[in-house]
């Protein structure tokens, strides 16, 4: 059993930062990549940032330069400081894992429960 534990969401002004964190907890055998994805009312769920590994990590082309993901390979938990927050970047935030419980098992998702970010002035 594999969970994900968000925190980080909240209500913040224009222009300002938040930062979200993600913890994967329960049986893991390896990280295909963890990354964040949000949706916001009447939208369909999209793909903010990805880390598969430091080299190649991937943002959704309007948050770049303003949104950083980062992991901490040992303790299980991947991190999106969000700057210069707009407006449009008002929605729930899902962290997302791509991972194996075991040797020789298959990839499988686990996506934590969702926090909402706010922005308002």
């Known amino acids: 059993q594999v969970q994900l534990g968000e925190s980080g969401g909240g209500l913040v002004q224009p222009g300002g930062s938040l930062r979200l964190s993600c913890a994967a907890s329960g049986t893991i055998f390896s990280f295909n990549h963890m990354g964040w994805y949000r949706q916001a009312p009447g939208k369909e769920r999209e793909l903010v940032a990805v880390m598969p590994g430091r080299e190649n990590t991937r943002y959704l082309e309007s948050v770049k330069g303003r949104f950083l993901i980062s992991r901490d390979i040992a303790k299980n938990t991947v991190f999106l400081d969000k700057n210069s927050l707009k407006h449009e970047d008002q929605a729930t935030y899902h962290c997302?894992?791509?991972?194996?419980?075991?040797?020789?098992?298959?990839?499988?998702?686990?996506w934590g429960q969702g926090t909402l970010v706010s922005v308002s002035s």
């Open positions: 997302n894992a791509h991972l194996r419980v075991g040797p020789g098992t298959g990839l499988s998702d686990y």
